[in-house]
């Protein structure tokens, strides 16, 4: 489909946004989707179109995360494994699913997810605590649940991709004890094989619209390297609160579409 210059500078500004918003928390999909919508692509096209353009910005993001990164590899790899899995099935229920099919969920769930980032710091306390007393070992990796957990939203974020990095932070916050700022670097990560399965799977099944792909690709990427280093100077407190505020945002233009 051709593009004016109009329409091609509104989807590289979103594209950058995005990769601003997806590397500090999550949620940039809510910025590409509607502008590539406006454009005239039917639903389906504009999602595959925006999974595989956001690729070079959850990349980008991982690599200026990457001092967070560090000692984090095992962890990784673990909790990579199940984002591959739920990002196939997700991209698979893309394409065999009505497009509304998880409209009714995911705003409960991006609430549920917001409670979760909120009470993070008093849930985790609460668990140390219990642990202590029952002599509990901390598993590093958060256990079977994390990774029932993250399966189960990878498969959401191969469907569609909005707020889910703000899922993976409520679940990692909740389950593992260890800074915001480094579980937002294994969130980047984890994005990252997300989008790349689903879009390996699109490359070959599913119709998108390769201008729009390349104009959110390079936005996305100049955005990843901005959301990095405005997110890694974040408190922990300021970071939370960015969260919630990009979580509301997230959750009542769900409910408007």
Known sequence: MALSIWESSAIFAAGVGAGTINTIVGSGTLITFPVLLSTGLPPVTATVS??????????SGAIGYRAELKG????????????????LAGATLLLSLPATAFETIVPVLVALALVLVILQPRISRAVQARRERRGTPVRADGGPVLFGGLLLSSVYGGYFTAAQGIIYLSLMGMLMNDSLQRLNAVKNVLAAIVNGIAAAFFLFVADFDWTAVLLIAVGSALGGQIGARIGRRLPPAALRAFIVVVGSFAIAQLLLR
């Open 72 to 87: 984090q590899r095992r962890l990784v790899l673990r909790l990579g494994a199940a984002a591959a899995v739920g990002g």
């Open 50 to 59: 925006n999974a595989l353009g956001l690729i070079p910005g959850s990349v």
